[in-house]
């Protein structure tokens, strides 16, 4: 059995910030690339940011220059720094990623959090 859960969210006015993080847990052997969505009402799930093993990152342009996103490979976590909040970003923001169950890379599991709320709002 294994999970992923975020935490962070919460509602908070325009230009400030909140630090998401998305921990993983269960039986795996590692973890490939580490994913944010967000999904706001009547609009598509959409890819905010990714992250691979080795730290290297990419952003949708609507964060870039905003956002952060950060791994620790010890603690099995993924954090998403969000800085200058605009009511744009508001959305359920959801952790998504691969987990490995072998060392040979045989055996994986594609794994969504529950998602947590951000709202930014006067």
């Known amino acids: 059995q294994v999970q992923l859960v975020e935490s962070g969210g919460g509602l908070v006015q325009p230009g400030g910030s909140l630090r998401l993080s998305c921990a993983a847990s269960?039986?795996?052997?590692?973890?490939?690339?580490m994913y944010w969505y967000r999904q706001a009402p009547g609009k598509q799930r959409e890819l905010v940011a990714h992250?691979?093993?080795?730290?290297?990152?990419n952003y949708a342009d609507s964060v870039k220059g905003r956002f952060t996103i950060s791994r620790d490979n010890a603690k099995n976590t993924a954090d998403l720094q969000m800085d200058d909040l605009k009511p744009e970003d508001t959305a359920v923001y959801y952790c998504?990623?691969?987990?490995?169950?072998?060392?040979?890379?045989?055996?994986?599991?594609?794994?969504w959090g529950q998602g947590t709320q951000v709202t930014v709002s006067s």
């Open positions: 998504h990623a691969r987990l490995f169950t072998s060392s040979a890379y045989s055996i994986w599991l594609d794994v």
């Open positions: 269960g039986t795996f052997f590692s973890i490939g690339i």
């Open positions: 992250i691979a093993g080795g730290g290297s990152t």
